[in-house]
């Protein structure tokens, strides 16, 4: 970046005072200093609006930009289709809407059908619909309630708001939609708040999916339609799931024929290694939703993707003019999404980024097991592919978690030495303890190491050894 001065973007900076709502910021602090303007991207980094480098380890903020920055390729796909064909309703079809299901489906066997939205709250909210228009036909309205699980957060709409374990982003926006009903989380760092610290592996992981059953069994199974879980819990703490316990997941949707709905909106496109998270779990969910890494923020795109049993069941029926699929998401039929989500897989797929990511991944997860044996204040390490989390607790044998404060402060000593890393802010009261990375699928393994020497170094400067 070097045609940019210092105080060029002065207007852009009082503008943005003057009428951006930032996402997620309280703002009080906007008053006193200035917002971070990211005027430029290449690759791992960007640059902010005083011409300052910046390693990204977190794809754009929140898990997005899987393939890194300023890819020509796909902008390039984008521009060509946008001045050929750039929207008509998806009650029509598009060529690049064609291809991309095509492709996507490829990567996904036992499903076939792709509804396009915008967001991943969009997707997820379709995927309710969906449920809840199943229950009323096949099950007269029974079967309707939805279980999700305490820490996973499935968006910022009121309907998954209500699918939402998590405290914080949930605080104030009630009431919420009835029939949605919380299970217990699986993170075995965290077991012994379950009273399962005797358990551990495929123990606890069965333990923690027994603990599904028992909601199902409390709640009624003829009261309950579907399980919505993210493979991996992203915002709420990078949680994978024990040994197991998929596995039990698996069994209990089978024994209680529930309707398995797998938020992909992080883990989807790559992120841990595989195309989906659930992919290294051999389940079979009935519906996949995913969103940020489909075209790596490079144009908005969430799907909704299904079995053909689903799609089925929303045919034509002569006796109920209502049975079908009543949904329409405007810009579920820009073409700009699945034409940049194309040339987004095509690059994962010729620049072989899965088996970097996993590659990249494995680094990143021995670095940080390496500062866990240096720093007493890493309680856990835990990731798949380049999505990873490090705890941090005041004590190692109590687990109790770290001062926000403190975890804020890391965040911005790793800022100052031009490293952009995330936590997980904002979820649960007192959990929000946990360091987090998702750098881009391009990572090399310099990279890595420059963002576990940023954390080395701000972890030292925070706590003091
Ligand atoms: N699901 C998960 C697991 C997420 O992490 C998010 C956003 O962070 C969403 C859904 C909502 O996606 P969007 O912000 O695109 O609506």
Not at 349 to 358: A, F, H
Request: hydrophobic letters at 40%; glycine letters at 10%.
């Amino acid at each position: 970046m070097d045609d940019l001065k210092p105080n060029d973007l002065s207007a852009v900076v009082e503008a943005d005072r003057a009428h951006i709502w930032h996402h997620l910021l309280p703002h009080k602090a906007l008053e006193t200093t200035d917002p971070r303007i990211i005027v430029e991207g290449r690759g791992m980094k960007v640059w902010d609006q005083h011409g300052k480098e910046h390693l990204d380890a977190v794809s754009g903020g929140v898990w997005t930009v899987n393939v890194g920055y300023g890819r020509e390729e796909i902008a390039d796909a984008v521009r060509d289709q946008l001045v050929k064909m750039n929207y008509f309703a998806q009650t029509a079809g598009s060529i690049p809407g064609s291809m991309f299901a095509e492709k996507l489906i490829s990567k996904m066997p036992g499903l076939s059908r792709v509804f396009y939205a915008n967001s991943g709250s969009e997707a997820n909210e379709k995927a309710f619909k969906m449920i809840r228009q199943i229950s009323a036909r096949k099950h007269g309205g029974k079967k309707h309630k939805i279980l999700y699980r305490e820490r996973d957060y499935h968006g910022t709409t009121i309907a998954c708001l209500s699918a939402g374990g998590q405290q914080e982003r949930n605080a104030h926006y009630g009431p919420f939609t009835p029939g949605f009903v919380e299970v217990p989380h699986c993170l075995e760092y965290r077991r012994h708040e379950q009273g399962l610290e005797h358990l551990s592996g495929a123990e606890y992981g069965r333990a923690a999916a027994d603990a599904i059953e028992e909601v199902i069994l409390r709640e009624g199974p003829d009261t309950v339609g579907a399980l919505c879980l993210e493979p991996i819990t992203a915002g709420g703490g990078v949680i994978v799931p024990p040994e197991g316990y998929w596995e039990r997941v698996q069994e209990i949707v089978e024994k209680y024929d529930l309707l398995l709905h797998i938020d992909e909106v992080v883990c989807g496109v790559g992120r841990t290694g595989t195309w989906f998270g659930y992919q290294h779990y051999g389940v079979k969910p009935d519906f996949v939703t995913m969103a940020k890494g489909v075209a790596s923020g490079y144009a908005a795109i969430s799907c909704l993707v299904t079995t053909e049993a689903v799609f089925e069941q929303f045919k034509d029926d002569p006796t109920d003019k209502l049975h079908y699929f009543r949904d329409v998401s405007t810009f579920g039929g820009c073409t700009a999404g699945p034409a940049a989500a194309l040339v987004n897989m095509e690059i994962i797929e010729r620049e072989g980024l899965l088996e970097n990511c996993q590659e990249m991944g494995a680094r990143m997860l021995r670095n940080l097991g390496q500062l866990m044996e240096k720093h007493e204040v890493i309680g856990d390490v835990r990731g798949k592919g380049l999505f990873l989390g490090a705890e941090l607790v005041s004590d190692r044998d109590a687990k109790t978690p770290v001062e926000e404060a403190h975890v804020q402060a890391v965040l911005a000593d790793c800022m100052k030495q031009g490293v952009i890393i995330g936590a997980s802010n904002r979820s649960i009261p007192g959990r929000n303890n946990t360091l987090c990375f998702s750098p881009a699928l391009i990572a090399k393994p310099d990279d890595i190491d420059a963002i576990t020497e940023a954390v080395d170094g701000a972890l030292g400067r925070v706590f003091g050894h």
